[in-house]
């Protein structure tokens, strides 16, 4: 199925989003484009200080980091492909310049049809799963919804941790929980904006970032329009096994 990731999950729902909302989560596999959006965080980070070294010790993850700064570009590239699976999927990266030094932060989210009886996302039946960082060992369900005014909110429900052939479902009290939102802002010419929270309940906030972008397609290289082609450099050092 072509049909973008995000109108499956939302159904007739997606329509009620704002048009520009709706041609940003467009992209399906073999479109022989992908979504390059550049812009500023007024925040991003983590705001507490006491809790940057131990973020800092998961670095090589490329989920969560120790800097925090206002005021402070990104780029993200998005791709729709069909993971190794065959399940339609959308990979983000977002590259974050922090003075000094420039931190990545890249993850998969595929709509999982829950035929096999939902290994992938603790048997919830169809809907989108979110794989997070270069490996891909942390993934959660994702709940959507669209506001009155059009924006796009998410919530991530029951995560689980993928640590070879070893699923491990996240307690309750540990696991963090991300709340997102995005919206097309009509101002000054029109711009994307997005908000996201990710909060633990022992630690409190652990992640925030919150900004405007702008956003465009661009082609391939070479017209490629293979429903599974992914990047090189946007590729995971890992996937899971379904196995």
């Not at 997102?180 to 000054?188: I, K, L, R, S």
Request: aromatic content about 12%.
């Amino acid at each position: 199925m072509n049909t973008p990731i995000y109108e499956r999950a939302l159904g007739s729902d997606f329509a009620r989003l704002q048009p520009e909302l709706q041609e940003y989560f467009a992209l399906a596999p073999g479109s022989g484009h992908y979504g390059v959006g550049e812009g500023v965080f007024d925040v991003v980070g983590c705001r507490q200080a006491w809790l940057r070294p131990l973020l800092r010790l998961t670095t090589g993850e490329q989920a969560f980091f120790p800097e925090y700064g206002e005021g402070v570009r990104f780029r993200i590239e998005n791709h729709a492909h069909l993971d190794p699976f065959g399940r339609s999927s959308l990979t983000a990266r977002r590259e974050i310049f922090f003075p000094g030094t420039t931190r990545l932060f890249q993850d998969t989210t595929s709509f999982d049809d829950g035929d096999d009886g939902g290994p992938a996302n603790g048997g919830r039946g169809p809907g989108l799963v979110d794989y997070v960082g270069r490996y891909r060992r942390l993934v959660t369900d994702l709940n959507l919804s669209v506001t009155p005014e059009g924006r796009l909110r998410g919530v991530s429900e029951a995560s689980r941790l993928f640590l070879g052939p070893l699923r491990i479902p996240l307690p309750a009290a540990f696991d963090a929980k991300a709340y997102a939102e995005q919206w097309w802002e009509p101002q000054d010419g029109g711009r994307h904006r997005i908000q996201v929270k990710v909060i633990q309940p022992q630690l409190g906030l652990v992640l925030v970032y919150a900004g405007h972008f702008d956003y465009r397609l661009e082609p391939y290289p070479g017209g490629i329009a293979t429903p599974g082609y992914l990047p090189g450099h946007a590729r995971p050092d890992g996937w899971e096994s379904r196995v």
